[in-house]
T-cell receptor, first 114, second 113 residues
Framework: NAGVTQTPKFQVLKTGQSMTLQCAQDMNHNSMYWYRQDPGMGLRLIYYSASEGTTDKGEVPNGYNVSRLNKREFSLRLESAAPSQTSVYFC?????????????FGSGTRLTVV | GNSVTQMEGPVTLSEEAFLTINCTYTATGYPSLFWYVQYPGEGLQLLLKATKADDKGSNKGFEATYRKETTSFHLEKGSVQVSDSAVYFCALIMNTGFQKLVFGTGTRLLVSP
């Protein structure tokens, strides 16, 4: 099925460990996004990539890095995980120039940092 | 900056009741407006959208009308079902240049049989 695929679905890390969340889309979208979802705070944008080869910070970029590997893939890396990064992470994609179509979201990665 | 305000939940209803979830926005200009739904354990799915004033978005029995004069986009459904239990997010995006989707905090709907 066409859409946005995220891996892994669940992950438990110890404080200080690193990991990379993977995201891939097969809709030929130009733009991709990483959000985190926390209770009572809705979705907050971490980083985004307007097009292949570009990345920019969102609202809450501290503690994260991203890589737009190619048009399909956009990864999110936690270099040294902290308990404050316990959250559900969503990747999304969109047509860059037809913004009123909205975004397509992946099913999320639930990350717990202990 | 641009923002979206939703009513706090949870909203608790009995099956077949009428649903309204309020959403208002603040934006410099005229955005496109969206409702997304998140079922338990899943990602967000686009429920409906409206791109200009007085447009009505509709899907699966849900409706919302873009009201420029009140800067609102309230979600309604005439008769809810248990399967509608989910978290509903209102969102906006500006229509000029490259912009990012701005979400409200979400409203949880619980429907009992």
């Amino acid at each position: 099925n066409a859409g946005v695929t995220q891996t892994p679905k669940f992950q438990v890390l110890k404080t200080g460990q690193s990991m990379t969340l993977q995201c891939a889309q097969d809709m030929n979208h130009n733009s991709m996004y990483w959000y985190r979802q926390d209770p009572g705070m809705g979705l907050r944008l971490i980083y985004y990539s307007a097009s292949e080869g570009t990345t920019d910070k969102g609202e809450v970029p501290n503690g994260y890095n991203v890589s737009r590997l190619n048009k399909r893939e956009f990864s999110l890396r936690l270099e040294s995980a902290a308990p404050s990064q316990t959250s559900v992470y969503f990747c999304a994609s969109s047509e860059s120039t037809v913004t009123n179509y909205g975004y397509t979201f992946g099913s999320g990665t639930r990350l717990t940092v202990v | 900056g641009n923002s979206v305000t939703q009513m706090e939940g949870p909203v608790t209803l009995s099956e077949e009741a009428f649903l309204t979830i309020n959403c208002t926005y603040t934006a410099t200009g005229y955005p496109s407006l969206f409702w997304y739904v998140q079922y338990p354990g899943e990602g967000l799915q686009l429920l409906l959208k409206a791109t200009k004033a007085d447009d009505k978005g509709s899907n699966k029995g849900f409706e919302a009308t873009y009201r420029k004069e009140t800067t609102s986009f309230h979600l309604e459904k005439g008769s809810v079902q248990v399967s509608d239990s989910a978290v509903y997010f209102c969102a906006l995006i500006m229509n000029t240049g490259f912009q990012k989707l701005v979400f409200g905090t979400g409203t949880r709907l619980l429907v009992s049989p």
